[in-house]
């Protein structure tokens, strides 16, 4: 079940990032990869255990990148 779980994510990680998708289908593969993202977890946990881990996880690195990452704000970005 982790084995599926795990191989379902790398496949929809990899459509996600790196094939040209519309904004439509950036949501509708939304759903199934938070699926298989959160069912790592649950091949130990229940699913509602699974989904609360990958949240804490997924907003601490959130957290983390906010306060180590320097402000943008009015600077001119630029694109490689």
């Known amino acids: 079940l982790f084995m599926t779980f795990s191989l379902g994510a790398i496949v929809l990680v990899l459509a996600y990032t790196q094939l040209e998708i519309t904004n439509e289908m950036i949501m509708w593969l939304g759903f199934p ?3 298989f ?44």
């Open 33 to 35: 990869l938070g699926f």
């Open 37 to 80: 993202a959160s069912g790592y977890f649950s091949a130990h946990y229940g699913l509602a255990m699974a989904i609360a881990i990958f949240a804490v996880i997924a907003y601490g690195v959130f957290f983390i990148a906010a306060v180590i990452l320097p402000e943008t704000r009015g600077r001119e970005l630029q694109a490689n």
